[in-house]
């Protein structure tokens, strides 16, 4: 039903045709020269990495279902007009929230881990409401694009994850009285064609594994911080993207052998020196986010919004 062209160019390292199975989605994210640090060194090919390897394999397993039982793992989407992953769906009656739930405990039986696309999918159906209620607030259009950006991702099957969690220094603080004003991701300069962002987000779920990003704020936010009040998509591939790979202590080869483990990325952009593998913070040349990717606030738009419906 739906017509309109999405305004992603090829993305996710050059797909044209949607990612059919899990063994598709695997291929999917070879040869995209990462920047990813695990133990003190840069990783070669994440997906041949002993220690990441499990947590793609649990990722795959949302596609396989989606194979296996159509009824469970896929949705008919309105944005789309397609059947899609039930991890792309917006929901949009109570039957899918119960399908949504029963899909989500499937998998928890079938891979006895985390499987990683709930934080993209909690941030489609976050975003799509709270897009809505921006633009009727304040006239703008992030609404549209998010759809745009959800239809393209439904006809090409991505994995999409959700970036909330910013280092935070001092708890006590909001972003703008920080000292080091990078601990929460904000807007460093605003283009004709988008803006640019720069700073870090902290314990991101399957991030390496993904196709794109979506960025979001992670705490109330007031007035003053209004350079911090970005929502943007970005994709995983972009060079300035800096991803450092945390620890479990159950992660290392030599604890087992087994097909799924859980285990947490950390993602900092951009940048990638030294530094970022010491110390909770990014530095580095920042990161271009052209604007049809932009989701929400750049700038005040944001700030009518209660703590709750900002909390992602
Ligand atoms: C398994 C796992 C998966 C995750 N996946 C993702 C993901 O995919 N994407 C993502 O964005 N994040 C993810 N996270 C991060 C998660 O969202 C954060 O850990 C969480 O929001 C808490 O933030 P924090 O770790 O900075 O803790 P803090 O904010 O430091 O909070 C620590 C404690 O201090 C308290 N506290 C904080 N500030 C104050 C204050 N001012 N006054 C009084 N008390 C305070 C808190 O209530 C809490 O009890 C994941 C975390 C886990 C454990």
Not at 5 to 32: C, M, N, W
Not at 72 to 95: K, P, Q, W, Y
Request: hydrophobic letters at 35%.
């Amino acid at each position: 039903m739906a017509t309109e062209k999405t305004p992603f160019e090829k993305t996710a390292v050059g797909h044209q045709e949607p990612i059919a199975d899990g063994d598709e989605y695997i291929e999917s994210l070879r040869g995209r020269g990462l920047a990813v640090y695990l133990l003190g060194e840069k990783v070669g090919e994440p997906v041949d990495h002993p220690m990441i390897r499990p947590s793609i394999n649990a990722m795959a397993a949302t596609y396989d279902l989606a194979v296996e039982d159509p009824v469970l793992a896929t949705a008919e989407s309105s944005i789309s007009g397609r059947r899609v992953n039930r991890f792309l769906h917006v929901t949009e009656s109570v039957d899918d929230v119960v399908m949504q739930n029963r899909m989500q405990r499937r998998l928890g039986q079938l891979t006895g881990t985390c499987f990683q696309r709930c934080v993209g999918m909690d941030t489609f159906n976050s975003l799509y409401s709270v897009t809505f209620e921006v633009d009727e607030a304040h006239g703008s259009e992030y609404h549209k694009r998010l759809k745009n950006f959800i239809r393209h991702c439904q006809e090409l099957n991505l994995v999409v994850s959700g970036a909330m969690t910013d280092p935070k220094g001092d708890r006590s603080k909001g972003p703008v009285d920080q000292a080091d004003p990078d601990l929460y991701t904000r807007i460093v300069e605003r283009r004709d064609d988008g803006i640019v962002i720069r700073g870090a987000k902290a314990h991101q779920t399957g991030c390496v594994n993904s196709h794109w990003i979506v960025v979001m704020p992670t705490i109330r936010l007031r007035p003053e911080d209004g350079d911090y009040a970005v929502c943007a998509a970005i994709p995983v591939e972009d060079p300035g993207l800096t991803f450092i790979y945390g620890r479990q202590s159950c992660d290392h080869p030599q604890h087992g052998g087994r097909r799924y483990r859980r285990r947490e990325c950390t993602v900092f952009g951009p940048g990638g020196t030294d530094r970022h593998r010491r110390r909770l913070r990014a530095v580095g040349p920042s990161l271009p986010v052209r604007r049809d990717r932009v989701r929400g606030a750049a700038g005040r738009a944001l700030h009518g919004l209660s703590p709750a419906q900002l909390r992602l």
